[in-house]
């Protein structure tokens, strides 16, 4: 027997071997044994080719359902933040301003009760104003103790202040309890200084002064003894506590008034001094 060397026999036995393997291509020379049940992978070229074809599927698919999962997840993120921004609307802050807003007519209602001169819905109608009173102070520093500010809160909060303010007024003067012009100055003033403020915003903004915070809690209690029955020392009491609430107000507008002309002037110069800058 003629002797053949081993790498053509091997050859040979790994053509058979292809062969024998239903729809396998033997290829000379470019062709390995597996030893896994007779049949061969092509390597080189074609092996290649094969063998990115089988890997690339996969790598396909992860990266179509990486994709389809990003997407999803920025979907998803997008609906979260939009969820969290839509609950953020219902904080504490917020919900205070709303039950403000709430007792404005509960309040109208219970003073003028039985004509309005009932001692008993005057009481209950202190007690609706005091507790508008007690929320107003409390949600604004809620607000921004806790960073719960938001858009609604700006508008909702000044508009519940000068709501219950301004119906406790005007409940009072028609009822004769309390001059007209008080309530006029009051009103006034209060309705003026925001103007003011929105007027002024592009230059910034008025910061709440001290005194315009007596002002505040000076006319709440002047105007909560206003809305209880007082007779007596009290009535006396209450008739200071308002003159002195009428003073505050006059008093504090002006200032606001004086602070937004010097607001108003200082960034009428800096932008000149920017365009004068700007054009150097």
């Known amino acids: 027997m003629t002797g053949v060397p081993a790498s053509a026999a091997g050859g040979s036995s790994s053509a058979r071997n292809a062969k024998g393997v239903?729809?396998?291509?033997?290829?000379?020379?470019?062709?390995?044994?597996t030893g896994v049940s007779g049949s061969s992978v092509v390597s080189g070229p074609v092996g290649s080719a094969v063998?990115?074809?089988?890997?690339?599927a996969p790598s396909l698919d992860s990266g179509d359902s990486g994709a389809q999962g990003g997407a999803k997840a920025v979907?998803?993120?997008?609906?979260?933040?939009?969820?969290?921004?839509?609950?953020?609307?219902?904080?504490i802050a917020n919900i205070l301003t709303m039950i403000r807003l709430l007792l404005v007519p509960g309040f109208v209602a219970l003073m003028l009760a039985?004509?309005?001169?009932?001692?008993?819905?005057?009481?209950?109608?202190?007690?609706?104003?005091?507790?508008?009173?007690?929320?107003?102070?409390?949600?604004?520093?809620?607000?921004?103790?806790?960073d719960l500010v938001t858009d609604f809160g700006k508008i909702a909060d000044p508009i519940a202040d000068k709501a219950i303010m301004g119906a406790a007024l005007i409940c009072l003067s028609a009822l004769g309890d309390l001059p007209w012009?008080?309530?006029?100055?009051?009103?006034?003033?209060?309705?003026?200084?925001t103007l003011l403020r929105f007027v002024v915003i592009r230059y910034g903004v008025i910061p709440a002064s001290r005194g315009g915070k007596v002002k505040t809690l000076t006319q709440g209690v002047a105007v909560g003894m206003y809305v209880l029955a007082l007779t007596g020392p009290l009535a006396t009491l209450r008739f200071w506590v308002m003159a002195a609430a009428v003073v505050?107000?006059?008093?504090?507008g002006?200032?606001?008034?004086?602070?937004?002309?010097?607001?108003?002037?200082?960034?009428?110069?800096?932008?000149?001094?920017?365009?004068?800058?700007?054009?150097?």
Do not use: C
């Not at 063998?51 to 690339?56: D, L, V, W």
């Open 22 to 33: 239903p729809g396998a291509v033997g290829v000379p020379g470019a062709l390995g044994a």
């Open 51 to 56: 063998g990115s074809t089988a890997s690339g």
């Open 75 to 91: 979907r998803g993120g997008k609906l979260g933040a939009a969820a969290v921004n839509q609950a953020s609307l219902w904080n």
């Open 114 to 146: 039985d004509g309005g001169y009932d001692p008993a819905w005057r009481s209950l109608a202190w007690a609706a104003f005091a507790v508008a009173m007690i929320t107003d102070i409390f949600d604004g520093h809620l607000a921004r103790t806790y």
């Open 181 to 193: 012009w008080v309530t006029g100055v009051i009103l006034g003033r209060e309705l003026g200084i």
């Open 248 to 252: 505050l107000t006059v008093v504090t």
């Open 254 to 280: 002006l200032d606001y008034v004086r602070q937004a002309i010097v607001l108003r002037r200082q960034g009428i110069a800096e932008r000149e001094a920017a365009s004068a800058e700007a054009e150097r």
